[in-house]
């Protein structure tokens, strides 16, 4: 069974920095492209970035660049999202899923953390 | 960046009748389109990708048409359990800037 399991989730003040983890199983984590997918409390779904299956690409959406970086440890199954300068509007719960190439649907999801950036 | 809109908001149907979203680019995806359904306290789930194929373990009763700018999910008699929202996704461009439309809640009647 496909297991994707998010974690790092809490309360944050404006600028602070919170690392989130995804730990995968039950399928050949090395083989999909990772991406975070977050959600701010009742609005929709906004993409934040994904990450090639070597690591060596890496995309993000124009509002996180430069804030947040995301990483992955295939020997672990493990995907990171390091979020710095932090801000309200980054307030969300973050999914992870995976998908078969960068720009492409996601076929398994996580269920989610949330982060809340709050003073 | 392409804009996806969806309509309506808010869609109130009655069990065992049909649904039709509907979703609309800004400019044109192809058939680079999918659809998730996500229950409230849930995560999204695929249904739909390449604008019609359904995915994995996904009743007949979800179908998917369109190509280009104009896409519509209908769900051909709605079960319990489909009382949700839902949500289309365009994967058209690259470097990857993957959006969504804002949404369209089903609810019962």
């Known amino acids: ?16 920095s919170l690392r989130l983890s995804c730990a995968a199983s039950g399928f050949t984590f090395s083989s999909y492209w990772m991406s975070w997918v977050r959600q701010a409390p009742g609005k929709g779904l906004e993409w934040v970035a994904n990450i090639k299956q070597d690591g060596s690409e890496k995309y993000y959406v124009d509002s996180v660049k430069g804030r ?9 199954n493990s995907l990171y999202l390091q979020m710095n300068s932090l801000r309200a509007e980054d307030t969300a719960v973050y999914y992870c899923a995976s998908s078969a190439s960068s720009s492409s649907w996601w076929n398994y999801w996580g269920q989610g953390t949330l982060v809340t950036v709050s003073s | 960046e392409i ?7 808010t869609l109130s149907v009655s069990p065992g009748e ?4 509907s979703c609309r680019a800004s400019q044109s ?14 995560a ?34 709605l079960q319990s359990e489909d009382f949700a929202v839902y949500y289309c996704q365009q994967y058209n461009n ?3 800037r993957l959006t969504f439309g804002g949404g369209t809640k089903v609810e019962i009647k």
Do not use: C, H
């Open chain 1, 1 to 16: 069974e496909v297991q994707l399991v998010e974690s790092g989730g809490g309360l944050v003040q404006p600028g602070g």
């Open chain 1, 68 to 76: 947040f970086t995301i990483s992955r440890d295939n020997a672990k």
């Open chain 2, 3 to 9: 804009v996806m809109t969806q309509s309506p908001a």
């Open chain 2, 18 to 21: 049909r649904a039709t979203l």
């Open chain 2, 29 to 42: 995806v192809s058939s680079n389109l999918a659809w998730y359904q996500q229950k409230p306290g849930q």
């Open chain 2, 44 to 77: 999204p789930r695929l249904l739909i990708y390449g604008a019609s194929t359904r995915a994995t373990g996904i009743p007949a009763r979800f179908s998917g048409s369109g190509s280009g700018t104009e896409f519509t999910l209908t769900i051909s008699s």
């Open chain 2, 94 to 96: 690259w470097p990857p």
